[in-house]
């Protein structure tokens, strides 16, 4: 009778290698709490008062209102729920985009 084969995979797995960004983030997952509280220092006592400003000023449809709201809690929400660093930058970025996009679209 012939002998069958094992089932298991290889013991020998290679990792592939990280990038820059991939270190970074494995990094600053060590201070979490300072990389939160910047972004959320940031996104609520700068790029929201901004815009709440320029929104009242030109006289702004609601829907910026709203558009900002959801780009606020697309940064709180991370952080409140303690996911990783990725997803607070992921947040912040998306939302500092949004803002930039709002500001400028009420200025011009």
């Not at 012939?2 to 990038?19: R, V």
Request: with cysteine; glycine share 6%; proline share 6%.
């Amino acid at each position: 009778m012939e002998s069958l084969a094992p089932l298991t995979a290889s013991s020998t797995l290679e990792t592939p290698a990280q990038s820059a960004l991939d270190a970074f983030l494995e990094q600053a997952d060590f201070n979490r709490f300072g990389w939160s509280a910047t972004a959320a220092l940031v996104q609520g006592c700068l790029l929201t008062p901004i815009l709440l400003l320029i929104i009242s000023t030109t006289g702004a449809p609601d829907w910026h209102f709203l558009v900002a709201f959801l780009s606020f809690l697309g940064v709180l929400i991370p952080i409140l729920s303690a996911l990783p660093v990725r997803y607070v930058f992921g947040g912040f970025a998306v939302s500092f985009l949004i803002h930039l996009a709002l500001i400028a679209y009420n200025l011009l």
